[in-house]
Each structure stands twice: as structure tokens, then as C-alpha cells.
């Protein structure tokens, strides 16, 4: 299983939320970026938290800055729109890139950016919680756009258009230590998922990741608050997993 | 004198993590296409991600094979990392059958097996390394894999590495006279990938 830090990041900062609200400053994206890289990270995540919401790009120069010092594989995230917002991505030094809304959108946009660059470039990401009607749902604009679109549906189509892995994650769980969404990871479990996951949300302390560490041996999670807050260091993850 | 090394930019994939590693590991470096055909360099390195046919099909189109005929013949160290790796094989099996480059005998073919559910095969494994003193040491070092293809050479004397994905073996790195190849991407696998470029450019440049 890949321990991959997530970096959110808003304004130049490293932010953290509670279910993707309530945004807080936790650090510097790229002091943040080269200390997880020195704790052995296996990839680093930098999501741009309001770009989508608002229409925005800013994360370009502070990955261009860190992708100097940081020789593990980056994804970078967070309103990319065109097959040339990619580019300029990848040529600031990303290794991946994580859609979402625009996808949402146009699904088409999965299979031009996949055949542009390579399936396992891209990664659909998917903010996913339950509605009134009780089936996991998508959301876009950081968790807060219904989308119409069930969870089980969109899964088959985006493998269809050809993304490379999902990172997806539990609006309900997301930033509140208090354990992954085990509902969530179980319902994955019955649908056919044939790339690997990025599983995202609850991450509290190392009993949170005993918990699902079986299930997710060829996947991976993604952590922020514990690592932001320090509660746990990358290496204590790892071991945990060690005898994987 | 300080080794130069020429990474070979054919459109595909992110050839900017390996100019970093390459400029961290202070080797001068720079990139090559079909445009700036008078450079003097100790070694090339293919980059690549995408898809073999496509690959090979830009290699030929941007006439580049001429330079790694070149380079090879010239005793020149020519490295693969991942599809430039695969792409030096005599044939591939994505997207159809299409013809490699053909340094080493052998197919590229999809991994597959009843324990592999999930492609691509992403994250980093214990690698092997057999019968060479510059790489020996490395034997049981993680280093990181994107690929759902994988090379399957012909000569077993090619093979220089191997790993595993849900038990299954692969073959990680390959090397025959001065052509190397490694599946995994030294370039992001941490100091450990970073030691591994540097021992390479050091010891295998005649």
C-alpha cells in the first residue's frame, strides 16, 4: 500500500479543512512537500482546494519551485480544464494529474487527456458521500455540488474513457481523524474497480490504518491531518504496513 | 571532465523529473530532439510514458532511431526508464502488434495472471539484481513502478533485475553491452533512485 501525503492547498498555503470546509493555514507547500519527501512518502498529492470553485490556476509556480527537491512521483490537482492546462502541469514537473469537475462535465475530456499523455498520467478524482435517497453520490467544487451522478455509474465510466487510478474520498470523513469511511471501502468492494485507488478521508491514528491495510495492499491512501498536525510521521505508517 | 548526458525528447510523457534528478545529481544534461542534431554527449537516456506503438511511431517519424544506432554503435551508455525501456524490445502487444526498436529479442506483452486484479501495476518493489558489481548492492532496494506491460527477453543473459507484483515476477531492468534498461523510474524512486542513476552514469560510461 502507497502512503501518499495530500497537500491542499489555498493561496499560496498549505490549507486543511473539516469534510472539506473550514479551511485552516497548516504550513508551506513546499517546506511541507520536502519533509514528507524526507519521511520516504512513496508520492506527494498537491490538490489546488479553490481553483475549481473559483475558476482559478495558482498552483503552477509553487510545483514548478518543489519538484526541484522532491524525486518521488507528483500529482498535481485541482481545476484543470484542457488538455493544455495538463501540459502546463506536467512541464511545471508533476508526474500525474487528478480530475475532477471538468470530467464531471465532459467525460470525454478522461479519454482525450488519457490518449494525450497515457492512462496511468491520469487520475479521476471523485468526492463521493451518501444522499437522501441513500446511494454514494459524486460532488464537485470541493464537496459541495450534488451531481446527479451515482457513485457505481461513474466508476464504470471513467475506467470505460481510460483513467489510470481514482483517488477518492469520503466528503463525510475528510479531515476528521476519526477513521476511514469502512462503508464506503466495503461498497467499493462490490464494484468492479480494475485500476488501482487512492483511498481519502478519516485518517486519525495507526489502528485507522490496521483497519484497512489488507484490503488496499495494491492501492493507496492518502493522509493529511495526522501528518499536518504531526500525530503520526510517514514512517510510522509504514511500519505498520511493513509486513505487507 | 564532468559527464553530459542527453535525455532524447520524442513528445511523450514528463521528461522534466529526469532533468531534475539529473541537475541534482550535478550532471549537465539537456534535451534532445530532432532539431538540435550536433550535440556531443556521453549518454542518452529514452524517457517515456504513454503508448509503445505511439513511441516508436514518433521515434521513426522525428527520425531519432539514427541517433541511438549512433550512439549504440559509437559505444555511447544509452539508458531506458520505463516505456523507453520497453520500446528497445523487438515487439509490443499494446494497442495491437507493432514492431519495438529491436535491441533486444523479445515481446512486451500485458501482465496479467489470476493474482493481478489491478493495472497499472503501481508502487515500489523489492528488486533483484543479478551478475553485475555496479548493481549487486541495490538487490532488496524498493524502487517505484507505473506499468501494466512488461518485457519479456528472449536471452536470459539480457536480464539484469528482476521484481514482483503479487507474486508474480517481471523483469525489472535489462542490459546488454552498453544498452541498459530499467522498468522501475530511478528518477522518482528517492535517494535510493537517485544513488542508482549516479552509480550507473559513473560506472557504465566507457
Not at chain 1, 462535465?105 to 487527456?113: D, V, W
Not at chain 1, 469502512?182 to 461498497?187: A, E, T, V
Not at chain 2, 539480457?158 to 530511478?186: C, R
Request: proline share 2%; charged share 25%; aromatic share 10%.
Amino acid at each position: 500500500m502507497r502512503i501518499i501525503p495530500r497537500l491542499d492547498i489555498k493561496n499560496n498555503f498549505v490549507i486543511k479543512g473539516i469534510n472539506l470546509e473550514g479551511l485552516r493555514k497548516v504550513g508551506d507547500p513546499n517546506e511541507l512537500g520536502i519533509k514528507y519527501y524526507h519521511q520516504k512518502a512513496d508520492e506527494i498529492i498537491f490538490m489546488d482546494s479553490v481553483a475549481s470553485y473559483y475558476g482559478r490556476n495558482n498552483l503552477f509556480e509553487i510545483i514548478k519551485k518543489c519538484t526541484k527537491d522532491i524525486f518521488v512521483p507528483i500529482t498535481v490537482g485541482g481545476g484543470l480544464r484542457s488538455i493544455s492546462d495538463i501540459s502546463q502541469a506536467l512541464n511545471s514537473g508533476a508526474d500525474k494529474v487528478a480530475l475532477n469537475s471538468a470530467a464531471v462535465k465532459n467525460p470525454r475530456f478522461i479519454s482525450e487527456a488519457s490518449k494525450t499523455f497515457g492512462s496511468s498520467t491520469i487520475i479521476l478524482s471523485i468526492e463521493t458521500k451518501k444522499n437522501k435517497d441513500n446511494e454514494w453520490e459524486i460532488f464537485t467544487g470541493t464537496g459541495r455540488e450534488p451531481s446527479g451522478i451515482l457513485l457505481k455509474n461513474w466508476i464504470n465510466q471513467i475506467q470505460e474513457y481510460g483513467c489510470g487510478e481514482i483517488f477518492i474520498t469520503s466528503i463525510d470523513q475528510e479531515g476528521t481523524q476519526t477513521g476511514f469511511d469502512l462503508n464506503l471501502l466495503d461498497y467499493l468492494d462490490t464494484l468492479n474497480i480494475k485500476v488501482p485507488i487512492i483511498f481519502s478521508g478519516g485518517c486519525g491514528n495507526l489502528e485507522d490504518i490496521k483497519k484497512i491495510k489488507f484490503k488496499l495492499k495494491d492501492d493507496a491512501i492518502a493522509v493529511a491531518s495526522v501528518l499536518h498536525y504531526e500525530k503520526l510521521k510517514i514512517g510510522d505508517i509504514k511500519k505498520e504496513i511493513s509486513n505487507e | 571532465m564532468s559527464k553530459k548526458i542527453c535525455i532524447l525528447d520524442y513528445g511523450l510523457g514528463n521528461i522534466l523529473s529526469l532533468k531534475y534528478a539529473l541537475s541534482h545529481l550535478g550532471y549537465k544534461n539537456s534535451f534532445f530532439n530532432s532539431e538540435n542534431e550536433n550535440k556531443v554527449f556521453d549518454c542518452l537516456i529514452i524517457p517515456g510514458v504513454g503508448s509503445f506503438s505511439q513511441a516508436v511511431e514518433l521515434i521513426k517519424k522525428k527520425n531519432l532511431k539514427n541517433l541511438i544506432d549512433k550512439s549504440i554503435e559509437n559505444n555511447l551508455l544509452v539508458i531506458g526508464i520505463c516505456l523507453g525501456m520497453q520500446i528497445l524490445f523487438k515487439k509490443g502487444f499494446e494497442n495491437g502488434e507493432s514492431y519495438g526498436l529491436d535491441y533486444f529479442d523479445g515481446d512486451v506483452t500485458k501482465m496479467s495472471d489470476k493474482k493481478i486484479i489491478k493495472l497499472p501495476h503501481i508502487g515500489w518493489k523489492k528488486t533483484s539484481f543479478f551478475n553485475d558489481n555496479v548493481f549487486n548492492h541495490y538487490s532488496g532496494e524498493k524502487f517505484y513502478y507505473v506499468h501494466s506491460y512488461e518485457c519479456k527477453p528472449l536471452n536470459q543473459n539480457d536480464i539484469l533485475a528482476d521484481s514482483k507484483y503479487n507474486n508474480k515476477s517481471f523483469t525489472a531492468a535489462v542490459k546488454k553491452n552498453n544498452i541498459l534498461g530499467f522498468q522501475f523510474h530511478p528518477e522518482k524512486s528517492g535517494t535510493v533512485g537517485l544513488d542508482l542513476l549516479k552509480d550507473t552514469i559513473k560506472n557504465k560510461i566507457n
